[in-house]
Protein backbone atom coordinates (compact mmCIF):
# COMPACT_ATOMS: atom_id res chain seq x y z
CA UNK A 1 0.00 0.00 0.00
CA UNK A 2 3.11 2.20 0.95
CA UNK A 3 4.29 1.76 -2.98
CA UNK A 4 0.75 2.30 -4.27
CA UNK A 5 0.98 5.92 -2.43
CA UNK A 6 4.38 7.16 -3.28
CA UNK A 7 3.49 5.64 -7.13
CA UNK A 8 -0.09 7.67 -6.80
CA UNK A 9 1.79 11.14 -5.46
CA UNK A 10 4.78 10.78 -7.80
CA UNK A 11 2.37 10.23 -10.44
CA UNK A 12 0.14 13.68 -9.51
CA UNK A 13 3.86 15.49 -8.98
CA UNK A 14 4.80 14.67 -12.62
CA UNK A 15 1.29 16.04 -14.18
CA UNK A 16 1.25 19.29 -12.00
CA UNK A 17 2.09 22.31 -14.14
CA UNK A 18 5.21 23.31 -12.70
CA UNK A 19 6.39 19.95 -13.39
CA UNK A 20 4.94 19.55 -17.10
CA UNK A 21 6.95 23.32 -17.28
CA UNK A 22 10.39 21.94 -16.33
CA UNK A 23 10.01 19.27 -18.89
CA UNK A 24 8.86 21.69 -21.71
CA UNK A 25 11.65 22.50 -24.24
CA UNK A 26 13.55 25.72 -23.42
CA UNK A 27 13.16 28.27 -26.95
CA UNK A 28 16.63 28.31 -28.12
CA UNK A 29 17.37 31.76 -29.14
CA UNK A 30 20.94 32.97 -30.82
CA UNK A 31 22.28 36.62 -30.51
CA UNK A 32 24.83 38.58 -31.01
CA UNK A 33 25.72 40.28 -27.73
CA UNK A 34 27.48 43.36 -29.13
CA UNK A 35 25.10 45.87 -30.69
CA UNK A 36 24.18 47.90 -28.03
CA UNK A 37 21.50 49.28 -26.63
CA UNK A 38 19.64 46.36 -28.27
CA UNK A 39 22.30 43.96 -27.18
CA UNK A 40 25.08 43.69 -24.85
CA UNK A 41 27.27 42.72 -21.62
CA UNK A 42 27.14 43.89 -18.09
CA UNK A 43 30.53 44.42 -16.62
CA UNK A 44 29.84 41.13 -15.18
CA UNK A 45 29.51 39.60 -18.58
CA UNK A 46 25.70 39.12 -18.59
CA UNK A 47 23.88 39.56 -21.57
CA UNK A 48 21.02 42.43 -21.49
CA UNK A 49 19.85 45.41 -24.09
CA UNK A 50 16.49 45.68 -25.58
CA UNK A 51 16.76 42.67 -27.76
CA UNK A 52 17.15 40.37 -24.92
CA UNK A 53 14.40 42.36 -23.26
CA UNK A 54 11.64 41.41 -25.48
CA UNK A 55 12.80 37.84 -26.12
CA UNK A 56 12.38 37.67 -22.13
CA UNK A 57 9.19 39.35 -22.19
CA UNK A 58 8.30 37.17 -25.16
CA UNK A 59 8.82 34.04 -23.56
CA UNK A 60 6.96 34.59 -20.63
CA UNK A 61 4.43 35.60 -22.67
CA UNK A 62 4.47 31.96 -24.55
CA UNK A 63 5.36 29.96 -21.28
CA UNK A 64 8.48 28.71 -22.13
CA UNK A 65 12.25 29.05 -20.95
CA UNK A 66 14.60 31.18 -23.18
CA UNK A 67 18.21 29.72 -23.27
CA UNK A 68 20.52 32.68 -25.21
CA UNK A 69 22.99 31.20 -27.57
CA UNK A 70 25.59 33.82 -28.50
CA UNK A 71 27.03 33.67 -32.16
CA UNK A 72 28.92 36.54 -34.36
CA UNK A 73 26.03 38.48 -36.72
CA UNK A 74 27.26 36.71 -39.71
CA UNK A 75 27.38 33.25 -38.37
CA UNK A 76 23.28 33.43 -37.15
CA UNK A 77 21.70 32.42 -40.12
CA UNK A 78 24.31 29.21 -40.85
CA UNK A 79 24.03 28.25 -37.10
CA UNK A 80 20.19 28.17 -37.06
CA UNK A 81 19.98 26.33 -40.21
CA UNK A 82 22.16 23.30 -38.41
CA UNK A 83 19.86 23.72 -35.27
CA UNK A 84 22.38 25.43 -33.33
CA UNK A 85 19.40 27.04 -32.00
CA UNK A 86 15.37 27.52 -32.60
CA UNK A 87 15.40 31.17 -33.70
CA UNK A 88 17.38 35.17 -33.99
CA UNK A 89 16.27 37.89 -31.77
CA UNK A 90 18.90 39.77 -32.76
CA UNK A 91 18.20 42.96 -34.45
CA UNK A 92 17.99 41.07 -38.13
CA UNK A 93 16.17 42.81 -41.05
CA UNK A 94 12.98 41.36 -42.41
CA UNK A 95 14.47 41.37 -46.31
CA UNK A 96 13.29 39.13 -49.50
CA UNK A 97 17.09 38.12 -49.76
CA UNK A 98 16.86 36.87 -46.64
CA UNK A 99 13.69 35.19 -46.64
CA UNK A 100 15.12 32.74 -49.23
CA UNK A 101 17.12 31.15 -46.53
CA UNK A 102 14.70 32.15 -43.24
CA UNK A 103 11.40 32.87 -42.36
CA UNK A 104 10.18 35.44 -40.24
CA UNK A 105 8.26 36.52 -37.65
CA UNK A 106 6.18 40.22 -37.79
CA UNK A 107 8.23 42.95 -36.73
CA UNK A 108 9.40 44.01 -33.32
CA UNK A 109 11.02 46.96 -34.12
CA UNK A 110 12.14 49.36 -36.90
CA UNK A 111 14.51 52.61 -37.44
CA UNK A 112 16.22 53.59 -39.96
CA UNK A 113 19.89 53.49 -41.16
CA UNK A 114 22.18 56.16 -40.82
CA UNK A 115 26.15 57.41 -41.87
CA UNK A 116 28.13 58.68 -38.95
CA UNK A 117 31.31 61.00 -39.79
CA UNK A 118 33.29 63.46 -38.37
CA UNK A 119 31.18 66.60 -37.00
CA UNK A 120 30.35 69.18 -39.47
CA UNK A 121 30.41 67.11 -42.53
CA UNK A 122 28.50 67.82 -44.70
CA UNK A 123 26.38 65.14 -47.18
CA UNK A 124 24.22 66.84 -49.74
CA UNK A 125 24.41 63.96 -52.16
CA UNK A 126 25.90 60.92 -51.20
CA UNK A 127 26.77 58.81 -54.28
CA UNK A 128 29.06 61.79 -55.01
CA UNK A 129 29.89 63.16 -51.52
CA UNK A 130 31.20 59.73 -50.43
CA UNK A 131 33.69 59.17 -53.36
CA UNK A 132 37.13 58.08 -52.48
CA UNK A 133 36.17 57.64 -48.69
CA UNK A 134 36.33 54.46 -46.55
CA UNK A 135 33.21 53.12 -45.09
CA UNK A 136 33.25 50.41 -42.84
CA UNK A 137 29.91 48.40 -42.26
CA UNK A 138 29.32 44.94 -40.08
CA UNK A 139 29.76 41.90 -43.02
CA UNK A 140 26.75 40.30 -43.98
CA UNK A 141 24.11 43.08 -42.58
CA UNK A 142 21.81 45.35 -44.50
CA UNK A 143 24.38 47.71 -44.22
CA UNK A 144 27.12 45.93 -45.88
CA UNK A 145 24.49 45.10 -49.00
CA UNK A 146 23.51 48.40 -49.15
CA UNK A 147 27.09 50.25 -49.27
CA UNK A 148 28.22 47.26 -51.58
CA UNK A 149 25.84 47.67 -54.26
CA UNK A 150 24.95 51.29 -53.99
CA UNK A 151 28.20 53.44 -52.62
CA UNK A 152 30.77 51.32 -53.66
CA UNK A 153 29.77 51.75 -57.54
CA UNK A 154 30.26 55.53 -56.79
CA UNK A 155 33.49 55.17 -55.64
CA UNK A 156 33.47 54.30 -52.40
CA UNK A 157 35.98 52.13 -50.71
CA UNK A 158 33.88 49.51 -48.51
CA UNK A 159 35.59 47.97 -45.19
CA UNK A 160 33.84 44.79 -43.41
CA UNK A 161 34.03 43.76 -39.77
CA UNK A 162 32.98 41.13 -37.74
CA UNK A 163 31.20 43.39 -35.45
CA UNK A 164 29.88 46.96 -35.55
CA UNK A 165 31.95 48.23 -31.85
CA UNK A 166 34.94 46.93 -34.11
CA UNK A 167 33.77 49.67 -37.06
CA UNK A 168 33.46 52.53 -34.17
CA UNK A 169 37.04 51.45 -33.02
CA UNK A 170 38.22 52.36 -36.62
CA UNK A 171 36.31 55.15 -37.13
CA UNK A 172 37.53 56.91 -34.19
CA UNK A 173 41.26 55.68 -34.89
CA UNK A 174 41.02 57.79 -38.35
CA UNK A 175 41.04 54.43 -40.42
CA UNK A 176 37.29 54.96 -41.51
CA UNK A 177 36.20 57.80 -42.67
CA UNK A 178 32.47 56.90 -42.19
CA UNK A 179 29.70 54.27 -41.17
CA UNK A 180 26.54 52.85 -42.30
CA UNK A 181 24.50 51.38 -39.57
CA UNK A 182 21.23 51.43 -37.70
CA UNK A 183 20.53 55.28 -36.29
CA UNK A 184 20.10 53.95 -32.60
CA UNK A 185 22.90 51.87 -32.53
CA UNK A 186 25.19 54.75 -33.91
CA UNK A 187 23.73 57.03 -31.50
CA UNK A 188 23.43 54.68 -28.04
CA UNK A 189 26.45 52.78 -28.86
CA UNK A 190 29.06 55.87 -30.12
CA UNK A 191 27.73 59.28 -30.51
CA UNK A 192 26.46 59.28 -26.70
CA UNK A 193 29.55 58.08 -25.99
CA UNK A 194 33.51 59.47 -24.48
CA UNK A 195 34.35 57.46 -27.92
CA UNK A 196 32.21 59.20 -29.95
CA UNK A 197 32.96 62.82 -29.00
CA UNK A 198 33.70 64.53 -32.22
CA UNK A 199 31.30 62.49 -34.70
CA UNK A 200 27.56 63.10 -35.58
CA UNK A 201 25.37 61.62 -37.98
CA UNK A 202 25.68 62.97 -41.88
CA UNK A 203 23.77 62.96 -44.92
CA UNK A 204 19.64 61.51 -45.05
CA UNK A 205 17.93 59.00 -43.41
CA UNK A 206 18.33 55.03 -45.55
CA UNK A 207 15.03 53.51 -45.70
CA UNK A 208 14.67 51.74 -49.19
CA UNK A 209 12.80 48.60 -48.41
CA UNK A 210 14.96 46.53 -50.96
CA UNK A 211 17.59 46.86 -48.58
CA UNK A 212 16.63 47.64 -45.11
CA UNK A 213 13.42 45.40 -45.31
CA UNK A 214 10.28 46.21 -43.46
CA UNK A 215 11.44 46.00 -40.15
CA UNK A 216 13.46 43.73 -37.54
CA UNK A 217 11.94 40.61 -37.02
CA UNK A 218 12.36 37.25 -35.54
CA UNK A 219 13.91 34.37 -37.96
CA UNK A 220 13.14 31.28 -37.65
CA UNK A 221 14.30 27.59 -39.77
CA UNK A 222 12.46 27.88 -43.36
CA UNK A 223 9.06 26.14 -42.73
CA UNK A 224 8.78 26.30 -39.22
CA UNK A 225 5.58 28.26 -39.62
CA UNK A 226 4.03 26.87 -36.14
CA UNK A 227 7.03 29.05 -34.18
CA UNK A 228 7.16 31.89 -36.39
CA UNK A 229 3.40 32.65 -35.74
CA UNK A 230 3.61 31.56 -31.38
CA UNK A 231 5.98 34.33 -32.28
CA UNK A 232 3.84 36.86 -34.00
CA UNK A 233 1.25 36.13 -31.66
CA UNK A 234 3.29 36.89 -28.67
CA UNK A 235 4.72 40.11 -30.07
CA UNK A 236 1.21 41.42 -30.87
CA UNK A 237 0.14 40.03 -27.23
CA UNK A 238 2.62 41.81 -25.74
CA UNK A 239 1.95 45.39 -27.67
CA UNK A 240 -1.45 44.84 -26.37
CA UNK A 241 -0.68 44.05 -22.59
CA UNK A 242 1.88 46.96 -22.08
CA UNK A 243 5.26 44.59 -21.53
CA UNK A 244 6.29 45.98 -24.95
CA UNK A 245 6.33 49.33 -23.92
CA UNK A 246 7.88 48.86 -20.68
CA UNK A 247 10.88 46.83 -22.55
CA UNK A 248 10.81 50.36 -24.89
CA UNK A 249 10.87 52.98 -22.16
CA UNK A 250 13.91 51.34 -20.40
CA UNK A 251 16.00 52.03 -23.59
CA UNK A 252 14.32 54.61 -25.95
CA UNK A 253 12.43 58.11 -25.27
CA UNK A 254 10.76 57.30 -28.84
CA UNK A 255 8.38 54.57 -30.01
CA UNK A 256 11.21 52.39 -31.69
CA UNK A 257 8.32 50.21 -33.25
CA UNK A 258 7.89 52.34 -36.08
CA UNK A 259 5.17 53.02 -38.13
Known amino acids: MK ?4 LGALAVSLLSPLAMADDAKPLRIGIEAAYPPFAF ?40 KVRKFDAILSSMSIT ?9 TGKYYSTPAKLAMKAGTVINDPLSDLKGKKIGVQRSSVYDRYATEVFAPAGAEIVRYSSQNEVFLDLTSGRLDATLADSVNIDDGFLKTDAGKGF ?10 KYFGEGQGIAVRKGDKALADKISAAILAIRANGKYKQVQDKYFAFDVYGK
Open 3 to 6: KLAL
Open 200 to 209: AFAGPDFTEE
Open 41 to 80: KTPDDKITGFDYDIGMALCEEMKVQCKWIEQEFDGLIPAL
Open 96 to 104: DDRKKSVDF
